[in-house]
């Protein structure tokens, strides 16, 4: 059965600082795709990355970067340089290719503060 | 850049109302998705919908939900009988290969009195 954790409920940090938001996820599948999605506070679901399970190499793009690591499970973000604006939940999310369906993490909620 | 459109926004119904959520997904997508998050929690997948039949409902997607592409472009989702407990934002995705590059809809924040 797919699972995603994301243990970090809530992080807050001051502006310009790094900040590293956790994902573990699980599944039976040998393929399959990762997500990140940020949820601002007016609601919608941004869409911010999507990797299949074949491709493990590292990804950055301006100040977000992704680290996956088969071995670990792990799907990370890491935010460099933060900013008030980046202040939202964020979302990692799982689907396997066989299946019909995203499975979500309960989401980290960051809070850049100025 | 294409985008999927739902209405109304916000809707505020009576407990035991019948609600029809509607979603006009991307043009060429195939497959159509809803999916539920009540206030402060995760979102949850509701539903899968792909050749006009479900191809995966979760447990909440009981018997008061039902799913319709009524012509070649709507979406909805219907809940026949509302509970307090369905109160919620409710989001449409569609994609055009299964599984794979999913755009969202804003969501439709349902709120039951």
């Known amino acids: 059965a797919q699972k995603v954790t994301q243990a970090q409920t809530e992080i807050s940090v001051v502006e310009k600082e790094d900040v590293t938001l956790d994902c573990v996820y699980e599944t039976r599948d040998t393929t399959y795709y990762l997500f990140w999605y940020k949820q601002p506070p007016s609601g919608e679901l941004v869409f911010l990355i999507r990797?299949?399970?074949?491709?493990?190499q590292n990804e950055i793009s301006g100040r977000y970067s992704w680290n996956f690591q088969k071995s670990t499970s792990s799907f990370n973000f890491t935010i460099t340089a933060s900013q008030v604006v980046d202040s939202a939940v964020y979302f990692c999310?799982?689907?396997?290719?066989?299946?019909?369906?995203?499975?979500f993490g309960a989401g980290t909620i960051l809070r850049v503060k100025s | 850049e294409p985008e999927v459109t739902q209405t109304p926004s916000h809707q505020v119904t009576q407990m035991g109302q019948e609600v029809i959520l509607r979603c006009v997904p991307i043009s060429n997508h195939l497959y159509f998705y809803w999916y539920r998050q009540i206030l402060g929690q995760k979102v949850e997948f509701l539903v899968s919908?792909?050749?006009?039949?479900?191809?995966?409902k979760s447990e909440i997607f009981d018997d008061q939900f039902s799913v319709e592409r009524p012509d070649g472009s709507n979406f909805t989702l219907k809940i026949r009988s509302t509970k307090l407990e369905d109160s919620a934002m409710y989001f449409c995705?569609?994609?055009?290969?299964?599984?794979?590059?999913?755009?969202f809809g804003s969501g439709t924040r349902l709120t039951v009195v």
């Open positions: 995705a569609s994609s055009e290969v299964q599984n794979y590059g999913y755009t």
């Open positions: 999310a799982l689907s396997e290719l066989r299946g019909n369906k995203l499975v």
């Open positions: 990797r299949n399970s074949f491709d493990e």
């Open positions: 919908f792909y050749n006009n039949e479900i191809s995966e």
